[in-house]
């Protein structure tokens, strides 16, 4: 999992609550991502960061809302407009837009919404 | 659209068996292709790439791809399987993103079993 941690490993929150997932990089990687993983469907990408201070919107944004403050965190919020927040959340990092493009993985997050 | 596909959902092979996971992929331009692995409730962990040059890419664990650029796949292979090697495999390429930057987009993901 390399030097990305994700906190906590779980996380339970009833319907209607908002929640931060936390991921932490030491890699001094430029690019940060948020993916979503679900049975079957491998890995959606939620948001992405190329740079410190900005973000992009990535394939299923809706009902989720991110910050980039800080090169090393890029922390996740799932908001109680996410309809199905259920799922494993993965964090990855690259060295940036010019790199050989592979990303490297947290641990990963399983929020469960009840 | 730049995607890739894995067309089976599972893999059983015997142990010290040679091992194939397939990847077929679609992209305009030349592909970027990824393998990565993926444990119990864990993250993903890069096993190899093919950006360019040799068309049999050698990564971790013993694992390499066999790029086919006529066939437009990527799979992965093993001469000998191991139990430990049981795990979610997922294939992805590069897209890039506009703006600047890019993106992976996975694959569905195999789930390899290696029985005894």
């Known amino acids: 999992d390399g030097g990305i941690t994700q906190s906590p490993k779980y996380l339970f929150r009833k319907e209607g609550q908002n929640v931060t997932l936390s991921c932490e990089q030491n890699l001094n990687h430029d690019a940060m991502y948020w993916y979503r993983q679900d049975p079957g469907q491998g890995l959606r990408l939620i948001y992405y960061s190329q740079i410190v201070n900005d973000f992009q919107k990535g394939d299923i944004a809706e009902g989720y809302s991110v910050s980039r403050e800080k090169k090393e965190s890029f922390p996740l919020t799932v908001t109680s407009a996410q309809k199905n927040p259920t799922a494993f959340y993965l964090c990855a990092s690259s060295t940036g837009p010019f790199s050989s493009y592979e990303q490297y993985f947290g641990p990963g997050t399983r929020l469960t919404v009840t | 659209a730049q995607s890739v596909a894995q067309p089976e959902d599972q893999v059983n092979v015997a142990e010290g068996n040679p091992l194939t996971v397939k990847c077929t992929y679609s992209?305009?331009?030349?592909?970027?292709l990824f393998w990565y692995v993926q444990y119990p409730n864990r993250g993903l962990q890069f096993l190899l790439k093919y950006i360019t040059g040799d068309n049999l890419v050698k990564g971790s664990y013993g694992f390499e791809a066999e790029f086919n650029k006529s066939q437009t796949s990527f799979h992965l292979k093993k001469p000998s399987a191991l139990v430990s090697d049981s795990a979610l495999y997922f294939c992805?390429?590069?897209?890039?993103?506009?703006?600047?930057?890019?993106?992976?987009?996975f694959g569905t993901g195999t789930q390899l079993k290696v029985e005894l």
């Open positions: 992805a390429v590069r897209v890039p993103l506009t703006g600047g930057g890019n993106k992976l987009t």
């Open positions: 992209v305009s331009g030349n592909p970027y």
